[in-house]
């Protein structure tokens, strides 16, 4: 959650997230996953690949940018596949919202990694509402 605040923060500023946010929480999440065993590797893979894969098409569409696929493919890699599309669809649903309040103020540009923020804080939530 630091570093997509970071990112967002980042973002809502200049639209632009540098690199080092996205690729940076990739690699710690890869080494994180690697020291609990090749089992954990191998999840945090899936999930960086499943992460990446929800925004890519809008990525391609020039609705995205890359590091708005690459913070939630950090996402995955920390936390896993599952946990990536819970993140994903909540952070779409955030992005709804925000996209709207910006509409809303007259704004045609709306970052969208403080979505992923908002969305991933949410998906953090979900499991402990429901149990």
């Known amino acids: 959650m630091v570093l997509l605040v970071g990112a967002a923060v980042s973002d809502v500023r200049r639209l632009r997230v540098p690199g080092w946010w996205s690729?940076?929480?990739?690699?710690?999440?890869?080494?994180?996953?690697a020291l609990h065993?090749?089992?954990?590797?191998?999840?945090?893979?899936?999930?960086?690949?499943?992460?990446?894969?929800?925004?890519?098409p809008f990525v391609v569409k020039g609705w995205a940018g890359p590091a708005d696929s690459l913070l939630l493919a950090a996402v995955g890699a920390?936390?896993?596949w599952a946990f990536a599309l819970l993140a994903g669809l909540c952070t779409s649903l955030a992005g709804l919202v925000?996209?709207?309040?910006?509409v809303r103020r007259g704004k045609r540009i709306v970052p969208y990694v403080p979505a992923i923020a908002?969305?991933?804080?949410?998906?953090f939530?979900?499991?402990l509402l429901a149990g």
């Open 23 to 33: 690729l940076g929480g990739i690699a710690l999440g890869l080494i994180a996953a």
């Open 37 to 56: 065993g090749l089992a954990r590797l191998e999840g945090s893979l899936l999930g960086l690949a499943v992460g990446a894969l929800l925004l890519l």
């Open 78 to 80: 920390w936390e896993g």
């Open 98 to 102: 925000l996209a709207l309040i910006a």
């Open 118 to 123: 908002v969305g991933t804080a949410i998906a």
């Open 125 to 127: 939530v979900i499991p």
